[in-house]
């Protein structure tokens, strides 16, 4: 299957900025899209970002004009520039991605998630 490794995550003040990372690896045929996604304490997971293979970006309307997702397809990479973070940005944030592996005659369909890493944005 696909791993998803993130790091990045921390403590930061309001106003603040942070890059996440996430790494995919595996028996990887080729990575449709890539994501971002949050789940504060006592909320559900919500979509943060995400991004096709061609580069088509979809965020979230509260972080709209302050996150940036991109990433880098030689690489298997995602990534999220967060600036001006608030409070209301504390979570733990895990990177998705989906796309095909290799099977053992044709590929398969995958669908993976990371083990998150934390975002602590304070007042």
């Known amino acids: 299957q696909v791993q998803l490794v993130e790091s990045g995550g921390g403590l930061v003040q309001a106003g603040g900025s942070l890059i996440l990372s996430c790494a995919a690896s595996g028996s990887i045929v080729s990575i449709s899209a890539m994501g971002w996604y949050r789940q504060a304490p006592g909320n559900q997971r919500e979509m943060v970002a995400t991004?096709?293979?061609?580069?088509?970006?979809n965020y979230a309307d509260s972080v709209k004009g302050r996150f940036t997702i991109s990433r880098d397809n030689g690489k298997n990479m995602v990534y999220l520039q967060m600036n001006s973070l608030e409070r209301e940005d504390t979570g733990v944030y895990y990177c998705n991605a989906d796309g095909r592996v290799h099977g053992q005659f044709l590929s398969r369909p995958f669908v993976s998630w990371g083990q998150g890493t934390q975002v602590t944005v304070s007042s």
């Open positions: 991004i096709t293979s061609d580069g088509s970006r």
